[in-house]
């Protein structure tokens, strides 16, 4: 019965030496962030990054989306707006509750530079960039 106890807390001691070195070095992973439209236009970030994975689903049917690398939905001279010529993903789903395919970049993603939009049609969009 004590060759057990012993055996026990070597084996708690050994686990939890193991344990302290679990965690990745911070220096050397990336943190991603994400943004969320659910059935509206909405400016995600006004600066440039990486695009990493787009996703989302239908909300109703025939539900459209795009993506852009622009710093403004609206009509504004001073910004750049979503437009064909700056589409960095776009889709869309006929079926009511569906999800859209998705999009994923891998690790080296795609660059913007203005910022990132999501225009939206009764879908709910999720982005990861950087």
Known sequence: ??????????????FSL??????????????????????????????????????????????????????????????TQGTKENVLGEGGEATQYDSFPTFDFGEEGIPFVDGLIIMTSTATVHVVYD
């Open 1 to 14: 019965m004590k060759k057990l106890i012993v055996l026990f807390f070597m084996a708690m001691v050994g």
């Open 18 to 79: 193991i344990s302290l070195n679990v965690n990745a070095d911070s220096t050397r992973t990336k943190k991603k962030k994400s943004g969320v439209a659910v059935d509206e236009n909405k400016v995600i970030t006004s600066h440039s990054g990486t695009l990493y994975r787009i996703s989302g689903f239908a909300a109703d049917a025939n539900a459209t989306y795009s993506v852009h690398d622009a710093s403004s939905v609206g009509i504004d001279g001073a910004s």
